[in-house]
């Protein structure tokens, strides 16, 4: 009996999450890169690809300026930045990176970050200009949905304090209930106008215009 000591190869169950990455990958990346990320031979990437009918294409067409783009913009754009514009996942462009070597100095990384947080506050604001609801957790819209609503309401007839927060109504103005409603969230006070105050607007309208020289207009 042979004393020989057989090592035992574990092999890899081939599941659907390894169609996926053969599938993503396949066009960027030679089959030993493939197989070295899913611990595989090189043949059963080979035939599991024939399986999927997929075909390598020439690597200087569009396939290779993927990973020529994920060289070039690495330093500048975020992995979402890269796998948007190379139609990657950003998994995948982590692994092309780690796998040409790049890496991103400290500043890169702050500025980055930076650009993005303030293209977020951007989109942000204009969600909130247009009266939409926000998609994160940023506050950047009270003050732009407080000035928004102010112009609304002055234009509908209310009269705004000099605190910038009440706002008065007389008795024959139109309300409106809905823009109340939010003001109120947004921390609005909605009063009746003050006797004194209602009397002299009334005046006011009902006083005929008068030209610059003495002349009644109406």
Not at 109 to 116: G, M
Not at 121 to 135: D, M
């Amino acid at each position: 009996m042979s004393n020989t000591t057989r090592l035992k190869v574990k092999r890899t169950i081939w599941r659907e999450e390894h169609d996926n990455v053969l599938k993503e990958r396949f066009h960027t990346d030679y089959i030993h890169e493939i197989a070295s990320h899913l611990c595989c031979a090189k043949s059963t990437v080979s035939r599991h690809a024939r399986l999927l009918g997929l075909r390598k294409e020439n690597r200087s067409g569009r396939n290779h300026d993927a990973r020529a783009l994920v060289e070039m913009e690495y330093p500048n754009l975020s992995y979402g930045e890269i796998a948007e514009r190379t139609g990657l996942c950003e998994n995948t462009i982590y692994l092309i990176a780690r796998e040409l070597g790049l890496s991103r100095t400290p500043e890169q990384k702050r500025a980055i970050k930076s650009r993005l947080r303030k293209e977020l506050i951007r989109s942000e604001r204009r969600r909130a200009v247009f009266g939409l609801e926000p998609r994160t957790n940023i506050k950047v819209g009270s003050d732009i949905r407080k000035i928004r609503l102010r112009g609304n309401l002055k234009r509908h007839g209310y009269i705004v304090d000099d605190d910038g927060i009440t706002f008065y109504y007389y008795a024959g103005l139109c309300r409106r209930p809905i823009r109340e409603e939010h003001g109120r969230k947004l921390g609005f006070k909605f009063m009746p106008l003050p006797t004194t105050c209602a009397e002299e607007t009334e005046s006011d309208s009902a006083s005929p215009a008068v030209s610059a020289n003495g002349q009644t207009i109406n």
